[in-house]
C-alpha cells in the first residue's frame, strides 16, 4: 500500500540526499588539501624573485621536503583511522594543514617556508585515505567508480582554482595574501566537517559482510603483508607512481615555465591556465570513473588499459607543450596531457577499495598514497627542478624547456607498468585460483 511505504521511502530519499552530501563536502575539503599544496607551484615566481630560490630548492619544497612527511605519516594515520572515527582524524588533519599553509604565508626565509611545507606535509596526510574509506562506506560497489571519480575532481578544482585564485592576488596584492585567505577557509572547513558529518558504519554497503574479527581485519602487519602480497595492488601502485612522476612534476613547474620561458603574465596564468586545468583534468577523471564503471566488474584489465592507453595519446601533445614558444598555441597542446595524464587516478583507487576488506581500506589507501606519491610527488618535481639548475649554465634562457623533455621516458615507464597490470588483472579473470 502506498501510504505503508512512504516513510521507508522518504527514508531512503533522505539518505540518499545525505550521502550526496557528504561527497560534496568530502570533495570540498580535498579541493582545499590540494589547492593548499600547489600553491606554491603557482605562485612560484613571486616566491622565487621575494626569497631568492632556485628551481632546485622550489622542486624540494614542493616535492620531496613536502612529500617526506605526506606520505610517511599517511600510513600511521590511516591505522588509527581504520580503528578509530573517521571524521575526527579528517577534519583534525585539515585543521593542522590549514594552520601550517598560514605558515607559509608569515614565512620570510627558504627555511621558515620548507619547515611551514613539511607542516602542510603532516596535516595533508589524514586528508585522503580516510575519505577514501568513508565514501566507500556510503556507496556500493556498482556506484564506488562514479564516486570516488566525482570525489577526485578534488585536484583539478584546486588546481584551477588555485591558479585563479592565487595569480589574481598575487598580482593585485602579495603572495603572501593567497596563503593567509585560504588557510583560514581550511579551518572554517574543518569545523563543518567535524559538525555535519556522520562517521557511517563500516562495510555498510559491501554485498558480503566480512566475517574476520575487527581487531584481525585492521592490524597494520595484516594489511602491509597482504598489500604487498599481491601482484595487482602492488602495481597499480607502481603504475600511478610512474604517472605522478610526470603529472608532479608538471603541475610544479608549469606556471614557472609559461611566465620564464613563454612570456606569460600572472594575469593570464589565472585566466587561461586555470581553464586549460580546471576543463582537461576534471574531464579526465571524470570520464575515467565512468569508463571504469562501465567496462571494470566485467573486464578488470580494463583498470590497466585505459590509463595505458590515454598516457600513450599523450605524449605527442606533451612534447608539442613544451615544444612551442608562443603561449597560446601551448595552452592548446597542453589541454591534451591536463586530459589524458589523469586517466589513471580513479581506476588505481577503485581497483584498491574493491579488493580489499573493509575494515582495511583506509590503510590500504595509504599504502596506495605512500608508495604512488613518493615516487611521484616526491621525485617528479625534485628531479625536475634538479635538471633544470644543472642545465642553467649552458642554457639559461631554455633549462626549464630541456628538463621538461627528460619526463618523456617516464611516459613509456607508466604505459609499461599499467600494460603489466592489465596482463595480471587478465590472468586473474581467467584462472582466478591460481592468482597471486
Given at each position: 500500500m502506498p501510504a505503508a511505504s512512504s516513510p521507508t521511502l522518504s527514508s531512503d530519499r533522505q539518505s540518499n540526499r545525505y550521502r550526496w552530501f557528504v561527497l560534496a563536502a568530502l570533495c570540498f575539503v580535498y579541493v582545499l588539501n590540494f589547492l593548499d599544496r600547489q600553491l606554491l607551484s603557482i605562485l612560484a615566481k613571486p616566491i622565487q624573485d621575494d626569497l631568492r630560490i632556485s628551481d632546485g630548492e622550489l622542486g624540494l619544497l614542493g616535492g620531496l621536503y613536502f612529500a617526506m612527511f605526506y606520505c610517511i605519516l599517511g600510513i600511521p594515520v590511516a591505522w588509527l583511522a581504520d580503528r578509530t572515527n573517521r571524521i575526527r582524524v579528517l577534519s583534525v588533519a585539515c585543521a593542522l594543514w590549514s594552520a601550517a599553509t598560514i605558515a607559509c604565508g608569515m614565512s620570510t626565509t627558504y627555511v621558515q617556508l620548507a619547515a611551514a611545507r613539511m607542516g602542510v606535509g603532516i596535516g595533508e596526510a589524514g586528508g585522503v585515505p580516510p575519505s577514501?574509506?568513508?565514501?566507500?562506506?556510503?556507496?556500493?560497489?556498482?556506484?564506488?567508480?562514479?564516486?570516488?571519480?566525482?570525489?577526485?575532481?578534488?585536484?583539478?578544482?584546486?588546481?584551477?582554482?588555485g591558479v585563479a585564485f592565487g595569480a589574481k592576488i598575487a598580482a593585485a596584492y602579495d603572495w603572501r595574501l593567497a596563503f593567509l585567505l585560504l588557510g583560514v577557509?581550511?579551518?572554517?572547513?574543518?569545523?563543518?566537517?567535524?559538525?555535519?558529518?556522520?562517521?557511517?558504519?563500516?562495510?555498510?554497503?559491501?554485498?558480503?559482510?566480512?566475517?574476520?574479527?575487527?581487531?584481525?581485519a585492521a592490524t597494520f602487519g595484516a594489511t602491509m603483508k597482504m598489500f604487498f602480497s599481491r601482484s595487482d595492488l602492488t602495481l597499480v601502485s607502481l603504475a600511478a607512481g610512474a604517472t605522478q612522476f610526470v603529472t608532479y612534476a608538471t603541475l610544479g613547474f608549469t606556471t614557472l615555465f609559461l611566465m620564464r620561458e613563454k612570456g606569460m603574465t600572472l594575469d593570464e596564468i589565472a585566466i587561461w591556465y586555470a581553464l586549460v586545468l580546471g576543463i582537461g583534468v576534471s574531464a579526465g577523471i571524470y570520464l575515467s570513473g565512468r569508463l571504469v564503471d562501465r567496462y571494470a566488474a566485467r573486464r578488470p584489465e580494463a583498470y590497466g588499459l585505459i590509463p595505458a592507453i590515454a598516457l600513450l595519446l599523450a605524449v605527442p601533445f606533451f612534447i608539442g607543450f613544451v615544444h612551442t614558444p608562443a603561449w597560446p598555441l601551448a595552452m592548446l597542446f597542453l589541454l591534451g596531457p591536463t586530459f589524458l595524464n589523469y586517466f589513471y587516478l580513479t581506476p588505481a583507487v577503485t581497483l584498491v577499495q574493491n579488493a580489499v576488506p573493509a575494515r582495511q581500506r583506509t590503510l590500504a589507501g595509504a599504502v596506495l598514497l605512500l608508495i604512488m606519491n613518493l615516487i611521484g610527488l616526491g621525485l617528479g618535481p625534485t628531479w625536475l627542478g634538479a635538471v633544470s639548475d644543472w642545465l642553467k649554465p649552458a642554457h639559461p634562457d631554455n633549462s626549464l624547456q630541456l628538463a621538461f623533455y627528460s619526463l618523456v621516458p617516464f611516459y613509456f615507464i607508466a604505459i609499461a607498468l599499467h600494460l603489466a597490470l592489465a596482463r595480471v588483472l587478465k590472468r586473474k579473470r581467467e584462472m582466478p585460483c591460481d592468482f597471486r
Open positions: 577514501y574509506s568513508i565514501i566507500s562506506d556510503y556507496f556500493p560497489p556498482e556506484r564506488r567508480g562514479l564516486a570516488l571519480g566525482l570525489f577526485n575532481l578534488g585536484p583539478p578544482l584546486g588546481q584551477a582554482l577557509a581550511g579551518l572554517i572547513a574543518a569545523a563543518g566537517v567535524w559538525a555535519f558529518v556522520r562517521e557511517p558504519r563500516r562495510g555498510a554497503t559491501d554485498v558480503v559482510a566480512a566475517v574476520e574479527s575487527a581487531d584481525e
